[in-house]
């Protein structure tokens, strides 16, 4: 097989093709790409001839990579989705018919796994889905979602709601999460989770022209495989709010993170929420918390009347929190007349539970496992963001495991 071939585009061909690399070491597969993928560029070698060619030089917007005779498939994928940056989708070939390994690759960046030898139907079927996104004026699903949580009031429970929703979201529901605290003085994010904040949230909300995979994946801390957060502890003498490059910087930390994430969810302080009302625009879902009582009614109504006068069309659910702590507390029906909003879902009075999640820098369902208030936490998520189609999902296990 020769160095580089390629494949002239048919001139009937009507729309163009988005531009295609193929790394391949088989001649079986250099076939299948040529019936396939008219008009891509073929290279001959494997997963260390791509990170070593698209180090020079400025990838296509796909890139189809075999990865026969890797040692290490997923740390090779990670290192060539880095090199790449969030613009470039990565479709891996490789003769092991693993399903382990297809969500593995799919975690360290690759958008599809394909076992060999890879029928050519099924090569270019693979390369339109995740090329559609690069094809001027495609309308492509959206499947990134964004749910950004705000209290009421102060001390209302709306951080402990994203940290546990987030986790619960992206370790029992398998969503890839990526979690912000967007208050970079006293934000409590990291310290709920026992990591270490940093300045690369920051720097994301001052620098949007730097924005993109590899800045972002710099700055975020990692707890598995499915959960990333990007959380500060600035000096109180060098931050307040975000910047007002925040809005602009919050468009391109989404957009990047459409490659690496299916959901987001934002910890919005009111003090952001009042200075940055602009920040909501960004939204598909806002979860206001509050408590059963009425001076947290009146400020749940002022905090709607904020989001839906800059965010007419994003949805807003309630969230009564702390219900049966007895401080105060009015009846359902007396919070919804004085707040003129619905109760979407209640979460019960916790305490004991939730300081000892405090305590240990654990999401509650980890370290109080039959906790009521993290069960009620995990359903409210799972109804807050709509699962995976699950026909679709079937259908992808069985193409994995060789099943009809």
Same mark, same amino acid.
């Given at each position: 097989?020769?160095?580089?071939?390629?494949?002239?585009? =048919?001139?009937?061909?009507?729309?163009?093709?988005?531009?295609?690399?193929?790394?391949?070491?088989?001649?079986?597969?250099?076939?299948?790409?040529?019936?396939?993928?008219?008009?891509?560029?073929?290279?001959?070698?494997?997963?260390?001839?791509?990170?070593?060619?698209?180090?020079?030089?400025? =990838?296509?917007?796909?890139?189809?990579?075999?990865?026969?005779?890797?040692?290490?498939?997923?740390?090779?994928?990670?290192?060539?989705?880095?090199?790449?940056?969030?613009?470039?989708?990565?479709?891996?070939?490789?003769?092991?018919?693993?399903?382990?390994?297809?969500?593995?690759?799919?975690?360290?960046?690759?958008?599809?796994?394909?076992?060999?030898?890879?029928? =050519?139907?099924?090569?270019?079927?693979?390369?339109?889905?995740?090329?559609?996104?690069?094809?001027?004026?495609?309308?492509?699903?959206?499947?990134?979602?964004?749910?950004?949580?705000?209290?009421?009031?102060?001390?209302?429970?709306?951080?402990?709601?994203?940290?546990?929703?987030?986790?619960?979201?992206?370790?029992?529901?398998?969503?890839?999460?990526?979690?912000?605290?967007?208050?970079?003085?006293?934000?409590?994010?990291?310290?709920?989770?026992?990591?270490?904040?940093?300045?690369?949230?920051?720097?994301?909300?001052?620098?949007?022209?730097?924005?993109?995979?590899?800045?972002?994946?710099?700055?975020?801390?990692?707890?598995?495989?499915?959960?990333?957060?990007?959380?500060?502890?600035?000096?109180?003498? %060098?931050?307040?709010?975000?910047?007002? #490059?925040? *809005?602009?910087?919050?468009?391109?930390?989404?957009?990047?993170?459409?490659?690496?994430?299916?959901?987001?969810?934002? *910890?919005?302080?009111?003090?952001?929420?009042?200075?940055?009302?602009?920040?909501?625009?960004?939204?598909?879902?806002?979860?206001?918390?509050? %408590?059963?009582?009425? #001076?947290?009614?009146?400020?749940?109504?002022?905090?709607?009347?904020?989001?839906?006068?800059?965010?007419? %069309?994003?949805?807003?659910?309630?969230?009564?929190?702390?219900?049966?702590?007895?401080?105060?507390?009015?009846?359902?029906?007396?919070?919804?007349?004085?707040?003129?909003?619905?109760?979407?879902?209640?979460?019960?009075?916790?305490?004991?539970?939730?300081?000892?999640?405090?305590?240990?820098?654990?999401?509650?369902?980890?370290?109080?496992?039959?906790?009521?208030?993290?069960?009620?936490?995990?359903?409210?998520?799972?109804?807050?963001?709509?699962?995976?189609?699950?026909?679709?999902?079937?259908?992808?296990?069985?193409?994995?495991?060789?099943?009809?």
């Amino acid at each position: 097989m020769s160095a580089v071939l390629s494949f002239a585009r =048919p001139a009937d061909n009507a729309s163009r093709p988005v531009p295609v690399l193929v790394f391949t070491t088989d001649s079986m597969t250099a076939t299948a790409v040529a019936e396939a993928l008219p008009g891509a560029t073929l290279r001959e070698g494997g997963l260390g001839t791509a990170i070593g060619a698209l180090s020079q030089t400025l =990838p296509p917007p796909v890139v189809v990579v075999d990865l026969t005779d890797t040692e290490d498939a997923t740390g090779g994928i990670a290192s060539l989705a880095r090199i790449c940056g969030g613009q470039c989708r990565i479709v891996a070939l490789g003769p092991a018919n693993d399903v382990a390994l297809y969500h593995a690759l799919r975690e360290a960046g690759a958008a599809d796994y394909l076992v060999k030898p890879v029928a =050519p139907e099924t090569l270019a079927a693979s390369v339109a889905r995740t090329g559609a996104r690069h094809e001027p004026g495609a309308k492509i699903e959206k499947r990134l979602h964004r749910l950004f949580v705000c209290g009421a009031r102060g001390g209302t429970g709306a951080t402990t709601f994203a940290v546990n929703a987030a986790w619960h979201l992206s370790r029992r529901e398998g969503f890839r999460v990526t979690l912000i605290d967007l208050d970079l003085a006293f934000g409590s994010v990291a310290l709920a989770l026992d990591i270490e904040p940093s300045h690369g949230l920051r720097d994301i909300l001052e620098n949007p022209d730097r924005v993109d995979g590899l800045f972002v994946a710099s700055a975020a801390a990692r707890m598995g495989d499915t959960l990333s957060v990007l959380a500060a502890e600035e000096l109180l003498t %060098e931050v307040g709010v975000p910047p007002s #490059a925040c *809005d602009t910087a919050l468009e391109r930390l989404f957009e990047t993170l459409e490659d690496s994430a299916e959901c987001i969810v934002v *910890d919005v302080p009111r003090s952001v929420a009042v200075a940055r009302p602009g920040i909501f625009a960004h939204a598909d879902r806002v979860i206001l918390l509050a %408590e059963m009582n009425l #001076a947290a009614a009146r400020d749940a109504a002022r905090i709607a009347h904020l989001v839906q006068s800059v965010a007419p %069309e994003c949805p807003l659910s309630l969230v009564a929190n702390k219900c049966g702590s007895s401080k105060g507390e009015i009846d359902k029906a007396a919070f919804v007349r004085g707040s003129r909003l619905t109760v979407d879902f209640q979460l019960p009075w916790d305490p004991k539970a939730a300081a000892a999640a405090a305590n240990v820098g654990q999401p509650i369902a980890q370290a109080v496992k039959a906790s009521p208030l993290a069960r009620a936490i995990a359903a409210s998520a799972e109804s807050l963001v709509p699962t995976p189609d699950t026909g679709a999902g079937r259908s992808l296990w069985n193409k994995i495991v060789g099943r009809k």
